[in-house]
T-cell receptor, first 114, second 115 residues
Framework: KAGVTQTPRYLIKTRGQQVTLSCSPISGHRSVSWYQQTPGQGLQFLFEYFSETQRNKGNFPGRFSGRQFSNSRSEMNVSTLELGDSALYLC?????????????FGQGTRLTVV | KQEVTQIPAALSVPEGENLVLNCSFTDSAIYNLQWFRQDPGKGLTSLLLIQSSQREQTSGRLNASLDKSSGRSTLYIAASQPGDSATYLCAVKGDRGSTLGRLYFGRGTQLTVWP
């Protein structure tokens, strides 16, 4: 059974540009969540999608957005990149995101903003 | 707001020792608690999931306990090996309102097991 797949694995972007990251969840999983990991802040929740609907959103500026497609694949977009957006972006999938479901993470996308 | 704390922040031990990693959280309104392992530059690997109604879970040399009322969990690693070297993270999943479904992470315990 394939795990959570994130693409690309590495990205280098310039300040002011925008970027799109992709996440393919485990087959059958309908919940996809995104997290940002930095040395200073640790792991912080960005948003969660279930059946193409955003169910929850963390405390990030509107430059961070996401969406989920009918096949449960998800993308997140960051516009007008800042140096502080450099981080490891992790995607997690679970069956429903609810009480009894375990979260499985991908390998992450390492974004560097220069 | 849910806050998760892990102690110690770092641990360095010789091979073969039994270890205890600690995790505490401030809000007991949780669905479950999950322990993860993270190798440098990699994603998170799920180790154990404990539901809020459970007290303990075991997988191989790993045993995790949960005391929801006191907001504590421990991860016990038996007979540690160099391959156990990694950062161990605990996360709790909220069960209501703005916390629903989201994971709150501690900062992790960086474990080094030397031969």
């Amino acid at each position: 059974k394939a795990g959570v797949t994130q693409t690309p694995r590495y990205l280098i972007k310039t300040r002011g540009q925008q970027v799109t990251l992709s996440c393919s969840p485990i087959s059958g999983h309908r919940s996809v969540s995104w997290y940002q990991q930095t040395p200073g802040q640790g792991l912080q929740f960005l948003f969660e999608y279930f059946s193409e609907t955003q169910r929850n959103k963390g405390n990030f500026p509107g430059r961070f957005s996401g969406r989920q497609f009918s096949n449960s694949r998800s993308e997140m977009n960051v516009s007008t990149l800042e140096l502080g957006d450099s981080a490891l972006y992790l995607c997690a999938s679970s069956v429903t995101g609810g009480e009894h479901t375990e979260a499985f993470f991908g390998q992450g996308t390492r974004l560097t903003v220069v | 707001k849910q806050e998760v704390t892990q102690i110690p922040a770092a641990l360095s031990v010789p091979e073969g020792e039994n270890l205890v990693l600690n995790c505490s959280f401030t809000d007991s309104a949780i669905y479950n608690l999950q322990w993860f392992r993270q190798d440098p530059g990699k994603g998170l690997t799920s180790l154990l999931l404990i539901q809020s109604s459970q007290r303990e879970q075991t997988s191989g040399r790993l045993n995790a306990s949960l005391d929801k009322s006191s907001g504590r969990s421990t991860l016990y690693i038996a007979a540690s090996q160099p391959g156990d070297s990694a950062t161990y993270l605990c996360a709790v999943k909220g069960d209501r309102g703005s916390t629903l479904g989201r994971l709150y992470f501690g900062r992790g315990t960086q474990l080094t097991v030397w031969p």
